[in-house]
């Protein structure tokens, strides 16, 4: 069976996002953000893909030959691959996106292209505005460790040729001295310095060059000041239960014990950074060669998010408003409308706010007596968060399953838990071994005829309405007993995890999930065996769970046709004669964020269609709580397959497994997803109204 490297199939997908960069019908200051996401992305892929491989590295010789593949040898091909598209990166940015720039008649300056007139200027800004907020610190004797803090940008400071010591013959120690200091980004408020316009021309300035510019004054007692730049990216602390489980799993535990807390991954410097600065940042950090990394003059590629957009309409995307929901009325009761059918929701291109009011409604509503509710991700102020304290506070009996392994929300979600704790809220913390990545939430209300019903929003997506305007989700409002009744068993398993609860409708993880999907794909081949149509169309972000991939090429070679949409990781080779030449794989980068996975099952003409939190992946399927649910809907199921059919077909921004565009055959009209998308549900309640879809 051919499967793909986990960590090569990644830096694959972020070969796409660097493609959308140099794509040039994506407005300019979009091509920015998508060079930072792809920072971003690789930054986290040190902090997580590369801080494991090189723990897995340091394990026994016979610890390593259980985990099947070579730690050293993925390693090697991993960091090969991304000083590839770190070239890449450089390159774009270089010789297409400031150039373009220039032709805009916006200049991206450095401390050596400013005139005469600029460098006066930027020196009178750094002493009215930069000055007051750099503490930098000695890196001598009395110091004995320097802790960097992940991913911030420092400035290293190379004092030589004191004034007083001009004409000695002698050095003394003290005529060399380094200082370090985190760039003050935040407290300045942007990355960036507009300098006054000239004409028509438009200037900027990173920070760094402000400082670099009045370095000199900081420190008058020295004739020369040389200004550089670093950044650490330290070990997400990535579970190795991500990786692997069971008796091996010990033996991998009890072999970290005494790694160090945060170790770091990789330190980026600045290759004109004198020798004796980075000799002293070593020493006082213990930072070895394996971590450190050659980058370029600036760091942090990210704070590009916050570029000043001049004004300028066309250097972002046509503005996409949140369209109104055709079925879920914008004033008024949600839980009477959700009573009476079931809705779709489709954020970012639908308002998330319908969630959050539909929660409000619940906190004051006098008949509503529990709310149940997962959170994996939530917003920094969220409005989630504050409807459940304000139900709380109104005498629900509010549960919050929330997860504290989010990687890189830890803090957050710990401070909301406590802040939920405070207000009287029950808040499960699930065991170590079992992360809760389905989202989910049910309200329990008494009717005006004193019987009990629940109602319940299950979601691709986090409760979160920040990244409700980025990510691509679906979510369903429903009040169908079949449904709102098997999960609120699941969130009784979720309170003591003692009974596994018995499902028709939901397919659940770690316990049901993986033996539905064999079934129903085993369906699939039963199908094509009798020579009648099969077929399985399937949208996630990632295909790595090698059981699955077994199965999906034994559906192939038994005649199943097999298209997957996969954002992300795709271990899979599709159009292998032999065991893959039924499927077909595509995957779509874009202006928001494909998040929401699909499962479409042919079953013998009874399609089946699940909407899931979870991808194909090992840990989701065995050591995550997820949940796929049905659309029993027939008119949604439609809606459903609607859109997943716009993805099928995209022409303009579809690519196949080799990361090449899928263009538009002959005759073939230019299909764009997410514009057809949006067209779509913008007209959809004008169709509804006129009997049609």
Known sequence: MKTLSRDLSWLRFNARVLQEAQCPTVPLL???????IFSSNLDEFFKVRVATLRRLTKLKK???????????????????????????????????????L????????????????????????????VRDLLSPMVLDDTLHHLFLKDQAVYLTFFLSQP???????????????????????????????????????????????????????????????????IKLSRDAELDIEEEVSGDLMEKIRSSLAKRATGFPARLLFDPEMPREVLRAIRQKTGITDEELVEGSRYHNFRDFFGFPDFGEADFHYPPRPALPHPTLPRTGSLLAVIGARDHLLHPPYQSFDYVTRLLREAATDPRVAVINITLYRVASKSAVVKALLKAAKSGKQVTVVMELKARFDEESNLFWADKLKRAGVHVIFTPPELKVHSKLLVIV??????????????????????????????????????????VAAVFEYLRDQSVVPELQQLLVAPFGLRPSLNALIDYEIKQAKKGREAYIILKVNAVEDEGMIAKLYEASHAGVRVELIVRGIGRLVPGQSGFSENISQRGLVDRFLEHSRVYVFG????????????????????????????????????????????QRNDNVKARDFENDYIPALEGEKPMH??????????????RQAKGVR
């Open 30 to 36: 979009e091509r920015l953000k998508f060079l930072a």
């Open 62 to 100: 016979k610890t390593r030959a259980k985990l099947g593949e070579s730690p050293k040898r993925q390693l090697k091909e991993v960091l090969a691959e991304v000083a590839r598209q770190q070239q890449e990166f450089g390159a774009t940015f270089r010789e297409q996106l400031l150039p373009e």
């Open 102 to 129: 220039n032709r805009r008649r916006i200049h991206l300056l450095t401390e050596a292209t400013l005139t005469d007139q600029q460098r006066e200027w930027t020196a009178r800004y750094f002493a009215e505005n």
């Open 163 to 229: 004034h007083a010591a001009a004409g000695k013959a002698k050095r003394r120690p003290d005529d060399e001295r380094v200082l370090i200091m985190e760039l003050p980004t935040k407290r300045h408020g942007s990355r960036f310095v507009r300098l006054p316009d000239e004409g028509e021309e438009r200037y900027v300035l990173f920070l760094d060059d402000v400082i670099r510019v009045g370095a000199a004054s900081l420190f008058p007692a020295y004739q020369q000041v040389e200004v550089n730049a």
């Open 445 to 486: 209300r008494r009717e005006a005829d004193e019987t009990t019903r629940r109602y319940g929003y299950f979601s691709t997506g986090n409760f979160n309405e920040s990244t409700s305007e980025l990510y691509t989700d679906h979510g369903l409002f429903t009040a169908d007993e079949r449904l709102t009744e098997e």
């Open 603 to 646: 079953h013998g003409g009874e399609e089946k269609v699940y909407v899931s939190s979870a991808d194909w992946m090992t840990r989701n399927l065995d050591r995550r709580v997820e949940v796929a649910f049905p659309i029993l809907d027939e008119s949604l199921r439609a809606e459903v397959r609607q859109l997943l059919d716009f």
């Open 673 to 686: 997803a997410q514009e057809a998308t949006y067209a779509w549900l913008k007209g959809l309640k004008r």
